[in-house]
């Protein structure tokens, strides 16, 4: 199953509709799916491990897959077993 982190902050104004989007497909496909704020401790050892510069970041599988929102497409695409 694939592992899903998106990373954000409280004043993205991106992150909402990224955290929309990526808890939509989890009704739809199975993959783990956790928010970090980057400003927690767990966010600030994942914006040192990945050299996080911009959010929303979605790791996928312990890859940085996006930087920014994605379309739903590519966000799908990335998600499905």
């Given at each position: 199953?694939?592992?899903?982190q998106?990373?954000?902050t409280?004043?993205?104004?991106?992150?909402?509709?990224a955290?929309?989007m990526?808890?939509?497909?989890?009704?739809?496909?199975?993959?783990?799916y956790?928010?970090?704020?980057?400003?927690?401790?767990?966010?600030q050892?994942?914006v040192?491990?990945?050299?996080i510069?911009?959010?929303?970041?979605?790791?996928?599988?312990?890859?940085v897959?996006?930087?920014?929102?994605?379309?739903?497409?590519?966000?799908?695409?990335?998600?499905k077993s």
């Open positions: 199953m694939k592992k899903v998106l990373v954000y409280k004043s993205c104004i991106y992150c909402p509709a955290k929309s990526f808890k939509d497909l989890k009704t739809k496909h199975k993959f783990d956790e928010e970090i704020d980057a400003e927690s401790a767990e966010g050892k994942l040192q491990k990945f050299d510069m911009a959010v929303p970041t979605i790791i996928v599988d312990n890859k897959q996006f930087v920014g929102l994605p379309s739903k497409e590519k966000a799908e695409a990335a998600v």
